[in-house]
């Protein structure tokens, strides 16, 4: 995508003042202009900038509107304001409503706007590379996902056939490694392939360690994550569940909760979690699993990047498992619900 601005102010000499400056610079870019909101809301629902400055005194529609529909609708695009008056109640508008890169106010140097729609343009070609990556990972995932699903259900019963999935498993790592291109540094790679890693290691462990039905799971969940002198707990609340569980759909049920608590344990060593298996009919279970971290520590470590990735992939391998997957994410709680079918 080209480097492309759209410049909204309602004074047009303030237009063509803009124009003239960045006019031969050094960096090309396409500019588009308007000189009112309704025509800017026009042109942007035709195209997409990956930066717009803007006034906010504009008529029909005023700037804050403008950078409100942005941020909504095209949370890419970078947004500068360019004023001459700027009241409180603006600016606090603007720093805790709305996502702005930069503020000018008049008479300024355009050379520091300039430098500014540079780093924009910057920021967005970044920001896309991440969505590009992300969106990357999670078709891959999920490919491999239906490949792992298939291949599960044909290796029911026939031991032979679990040694071939076992082999394919192991090969999700180096697909990882050699497919998703991405500008991570290499200890981001390494964390993100290392959590990959469990995730394959958990397939290939499961092959000989079959859990028998849900008291099982919940003795294992309790020797793997219950660690009170650490300060991390997990409660597991088994409701109406029946003795007798086809041993596969009860290491799906597992799984499930297994990887949460093993991604928890990726945030902080202290946490409180309940896991609760709920029977709704004889094939179908609903399982939550609930989160509680120390103040500001799940918002905090969503700041990487790589968190951010490997909880999509979380979220991914999630989605895969269960007919029906909901979230809920808060500072310092975070519940997924998950109906999974036998």
């Not at 991390?232 to 086809?246: A, G, H």
Request: aromatic fraction near 12%; charge should be negative; proline fraction near 3%.
């Amino acid at each position: 995508m080209e480097n492309n601005l759209l410049f909204i102010n309602q004074n047009k000499d303030i237009i063509q003042e803009f124009l003239a400056a960045m006019e031969g610079k050094e960096e090309p870019m396409a500019i588009d202009t308007a000189d009112s909101g309704l025509e800017a809301a026009f042109l942007l629902k035709k195209k997409i900038y990956k930066v717009v400055v803007t006034g906010l005194d504009l008529p029909t529609y005023d700037g804050t509107k403008i950078v409100e529909f942005l941020n909504r609708n095209y949370p890419q695009t970078v947004c500068i304001v360019y004023t001459w008056r700027l009241e409180l109640a603006h600016l606090k508008l603007l720093i805790n409503e709305r996502r702005v890169f930069r503020i000018f106010q008049r008479p300024m140097d355009y050379s520091q706007m300039y430098e500014a729609i540079l780093d924009g343009f910057v920021l967005y070609d970044k920001e896309e590379a991440d969505r590009l990556d992300q969106r990357e990972l999670e078709r891959t995932l999920q490919e491999l996902s239906g490949e792992v699903a298939r291949k599960k259900q044909l290796a029911k019963g026939r031991p032979w056939e679990r040694s071939e999935l076992a082999k394919f498993l192991s090969a999700l790592l180096s697909v990882f490694i050699r497919d998703v291109k991405s500008e991570m540094h290499a200890r981001e790679k390494w964390q993100l392939v290392r959590y990959e890693k469990k995730l394959i290691l958990w397939f290939l462990n499961r092959q000989g360690d079959v859990l028998k039905n849900l008291e099982d799971v919940r003795e294992d969940i309790y020797q793997r994550f219950q660690r009170p002198d650490q300060g991390q707990t997990v409660e597991v609340v088994l409701s109406n569940v029946p003795e007798s569980i086809d041993p596969d759909f009860c290491g799906d049920l597992h799984f499930l909760a297994w990887l949460l608590l093993t991604r928890f344990t990726m945030f902080s060593s202290g946490f409180t979690a309940k896991v609760s298996f709920i029977l709704l009919n004889q094939n179908r279970f609903r399982v939550s699993v609930e989160g509680m971290f120390p103040e500001g520590m799940w918002g905090a470590a969503h700041e990487n990047k790589t968190s951010q990735m490997i909880t999509g992939v979380t979220q991914s391998v999630l989605e895969s498992f269960s007919d029906r997957f909901i979230q809920s994410i808060e500072d310092e709680k975070v519940v997924y619900y998950m109906e999974v079918q036998n």
